[in-house]
């Protein structure tokens, strides 16, 4: 198992820049595969970008391919989404998603650790 805990959130203007940390508690991180979701109010809980267990495979969602990137520090268990030319439709609640395996993880049923989520707010 392992605990997640998202920070870095708030309020940034449209076009500007926001990086956001997971920091996961338990020896086991390096095995899991992460994923960054968000929620936006009335929408579904939508991927945003995904990585393997040692980053080198990563995905991203098409609406911020070119933009967001999402590296990963196993020794010091942390995984962070960099948001850059940010849009309000960016605007959500952001979760830190873990799941057991090596492969990439794409979808949400293949996540099962879940953080709080943190709020961005991109103003126009």
């Known amino acids: 198992q392992v605990q997640l805990v998202e920070s870095g959130g708030g309020l940034v203007q449209a076009g500007g820049s926001l990086r956001l940390s997971c920091a996961a508690s338990g020896r086991t991180f390096s095995s899991y595969g992460m994923a960054w979701f968000r929620q936006a109010p009335g929408k579904e809980r939508e991927i945003v970008a995904a990585?393997?267990?040692?980053?080198?495979?990563?995905d991203y969602a098409d609406s911020v391919k070119g933009r967001f990137t999402i590296p990963r520090d196993n020794a010091k268990n942390t995984v962070t989404l960099q948001m850059n030319s940010l849009k309000p439709e960016d605007t959500g609640v952001y979760y830190c998603a873990a799941g057991g395996g090596y492969r990439l993880l794409r979808t949400k049923d293949e996540y099962d650790n879940w953080g709080q989520g943190t709020q961005v707010t991109v103003s126009s």
């Open positions: 990585i393997n267990w040692n980053g080198g495979s990563t």
